[in-house]
């Protein structure tokens, strides 16, 4: 009996914390990338929901069997980024653009009799 108390046990081997983690990361990367693609119409939720799939998708690669779906929420998010910035830049080029066009359509008008 003492014999079996006294045995050497061999320690299990560690896993790193996130292990399992990437699955999740990877699926969490790919819907943030298909949601941040409605940046189109709502930018102020695109462009933070991209980024974060950007970031997801990036740790999400670590993990072989789920690289694929961490990929295209990598993609789908790049995308929605750039989807998102669309308004932002018509917003500020319309911005800047339209006192001059406003301009250009009233001295046109004033020229007409």
């Not at 061999?10 to 990437?22: D, T, Y």
């Not at 409605?38 to 072989?64: A, E, M, S, T």
């Not at 406003?102 to 004033?110: E, L, R, Y």
Request: glycine share 12%; with cysteine; net charge positive.
């Amino acid at each position: 009996m003492n014999d079996q108390m006294n045995a050497p046990v061999s320690p299990q081997p560690l896993q790193p914390a996130s292990a399992g983690n990437e699955r999740i990361m990877a699926i969490v990367s790919l819907v943030a990338g298909v949601i941040s693609l409605c940046g189109l119409v709502v930018p102020i939720i695109g462009i933070p929901l991209g980024i974060i799939g950007i970031v997801l998708g990036y740790f999400g690669r670590r993990d072989n069997n789920w690289k694929t779906y961490a990929t295209v929420g990598m993609a789908l998010s790049g995308v929605g980024i750039l989807l998102s910035c669309v308004p932002v830049g018509l917003i500020a080029v319309m911005r800047l653009l339209g006192p001059k066009i406003g301009n250009t359509f009233s001295s046109i008008s004033n020229s007409l009799p």
